[in-house]
Each structure stands twice: as C-alpha cells, then as structure tokens.
C-alpha cells in the first residue's frame, strides 16, 4: 500500500514539473519571438500604455506574467 502512495505522489510530482516546464518554455519561446520581430524591424522595444497612468513606457520581461 505505502508503494503505491509514494508511486501516486511521484506521478503528482511529476506531472507538476511537466506544467511549469511548458509555462516556462513557453515564456521563453514568447520573449524570443519578440527580440527576433523586433531585430527584423530595427525596433528598439514595444511601447505599453499603463492604465493607470495613461503615459506610455517601454516594456519589459516583468510586465508580461
């Protein structure tokens, strides 16, 4: 009974890393993606407007979670 506990537990786990490594490769995939449109245009960066205070402002990796 205590295997197949620690079996379900291993799968959990598992399954868990499987989740963040797609989220995260995805984020990656999203960011490089980005750099390349922006190296094929000469862009220096994407502008974002903040909603709160309506200026507009490069954005950053942060900004993207």
Excluded: C
């Excluded at 379900?8 to 399954?15: D, F, M, R, S």
Aim: hydrophobic letters at 35%; aromatic letters at 8%; glycine letters at 8%.
């Amino acid at each position: 009974m205590v295997q197949i506990l620690l079996f379900i537990a291993v799968l959990i786990v598992g399954w868990m890393g499987y989740k963040r490594f797609l989220k995260e490769a995805e984020r990656v995939s999203k960011s490089v993606r980005r750099q390349e449109k922006e190296s094929e245009t000469g862009a220096q960066g994407t502008l974002v407007k903040d909603p709160k205070t309506g200026e507009y402002r490069l954005e950053r990796d942060e900004d993207e979670q």
